[in-house]
């Protein structure tokens, strides 16, 4: 069994859930994981936002207007009008559900319910579309499946019960369709998994489940060894180890949520990124291995603060980094790289939220220079220590680069570079000149 999850954009339609229906029916009997149709949970915020400050009438505008929508896709996706009838039956009840919030307290307990409306709606038209088609299909509630515990974690071992109960006792069915994103807490209150949280659930149930696969279809063929916005002929890379694609993940290449990487690489269960577009490419496949001694690819961030702290007071004492981390942790700001010397430490952050209070407070403890828009050049692939030339290679493609920061070790899959933004692509276009 596998698990089958489509990202908002793959069911953004009626022709683009009839496409996914045409590529789960494919005979085998596995688990569908869907988002809501894509902009849903983003008006879902937006309603929110307005319920918050009060303003019933911007929430319900909205509202109004989604429903409207959710009615023109019904009306395309079923062909009987019995169909049409529960498909737009439901959608009303949901909507109906929403707009009751609009006289009511409203506190981030009344959001969640509402920013689960979207996957419940889209999992419900889904199935009706497969029984429309015939097919004995079976809509597992999220909801009485994934739960999280008292610290906001999966609690595995009741995800892992509740899917098995609920597959025993449906073992007749063709196919199995259940919500992303969506949960309840530990105190049995609707919750979710944080935005982009579909590729989690997934994966948490391709753990669950003990899956032989866990697919993840989106409208990109697999991660790319270069960002295809800046260089042209980027190809998918066939295969990656968890920990090379959990670099590329934080580092910009975004088709998998970061989250996603980890119940699937301690169950070892293999992700593997298809396209919804090109059913019949190979995609990229995420295991436990990696290409030995392959330098894999080359992704960016940017938006990036490099704050450096210079100190005679560091030479020979200890405490110094801990005294200099706890400022960042007291504004909740998380260090992405890091080098040091004898006499300075530079680091690097992504949320310049807290930077002047950070500064004020870092000058305590030493000379502080602070450089912006930069970019952290990340490259990913086998580098353990031993093999020797990767380093080389990297580095001469970025000759003519000026480079702020290097970092290397930290992990066996990655050497990072800081650079300013504007020499980005000229970075990333070497890059991949050099490497690939
Ligand atoms: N629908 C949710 C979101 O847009 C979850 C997801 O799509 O993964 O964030
Ligand atoms: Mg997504």
Not at 243 to 259: Q, R
């Amino acid at each position: 069994m596998k698990v089958m999850k489509f990202g908002g954009t793959s069911v953004g339609s009626a022709q683009r859930m009839k496409e996914v229906a045409r590529l789960v029916c494919n005979g085998e009997k596995n688990l569908v994981v869907l988002s809501a149709m894509s902009g849903t949970t983003n008006q879902l915020v937006e309603i929110s936002d307005y319920l918050y400050k009060k303003n019933a009438i911007g929430a319900l505008e909205i509202v109004n207007k989604m429903e409207a929508n959710y009615y023109k896709v019904i009306d395309e996706l079923y062909t009987k009008e019995e169909f049409k009838q529960l498909g737009r039956e439901t959608v009303k009840k949901h909507f109906d559900y929403i707009r009751t919030f609009a006289n009511e307290i409203f506190t981030v307990f009344e959001e969640k319910i509402i920013l689960a409306q979207g996957e419940l709606m889209s999992t419900a038209m889904f199935n009706y579309y497969l029984q429309e088609q015939g097919v004995k299909s079976v809509l597992i509630p999220a909801l009485e499946i994934l739960k999280t515990d008292k610290n906001g974690e999966p609690d595995t071992f009741f995800i892992q019960n509740e899917l098995e109960k609920w597959l025993t006792d449906t073992a007749d069915a063709e196919l199995w369709i259940t919500q992303g994103y969506i949960c309840r807490n530990f105190y049995g209150e609707i919750d979710n998994l944080q935005r982009g949280g579909s590729d989690y659930t997934a994966s948490l149930l391709g753990a669950a489940g003990k899956m032989e696969e866990i697919q993840i279809w989106t409208d990109i063929d697999g991660i790319h060894n270069n960002d295809p916005r800046f260089v042209e002929n980027t190809k998918p890379i066939p295969s990656l180890h968890f920990d090379e694609a959990a670099e590329l993940a934080y580092f910009g290449a975004k088709i998998l949520h970061p989250t996603c990487i980890l119940p699937a690489k301690l169950a070892n269960i293999p992700v593997r990124l298809l396209d919804t577009m090109i059913p019949d490419a190979p995609g990229t496949i995420i295991l436990n291995e990696c290409r030995p001694h392959k330098i894999e690819a080359v992704a960016a961030k940017d938006n990036i603060t490099a704050i450096k702290i210079k100190s005679g007071r560091m030479l020979l004492a200890y405490g110094f980094l801990r005294k200099v981390f706890e400022i960042f942790e007291s504004y909740q700001t998380s260090i992405d790289m890091i080098t040091t010397s004898e006499v300075g430490v530079s680091v690097t952050i992504d949320n310049a939220k807290h930077l002047d209070e950070i500064v004020n407070d870092l000058k305590k403890f030493g000379t502080v220079t602070v450089d912006g828009d930069m970019s952290i050049i990340c490259v990913v692939g086998d580098m353990n220590y031993e093999n020797i030339g990767f380093q080389d290679k990297v580095v001469s493609a970025l000759k003519d680069i000026s480079i702020r920061m290097i970092s290397y070790g930290g992990s066996n899959y990655n050497i990072s570079f800081l650079i300013k933004s504007d020499d980005k692509q000229k970075a990333l276009v070497a890059l991949s000149k050099s490497l690939f």
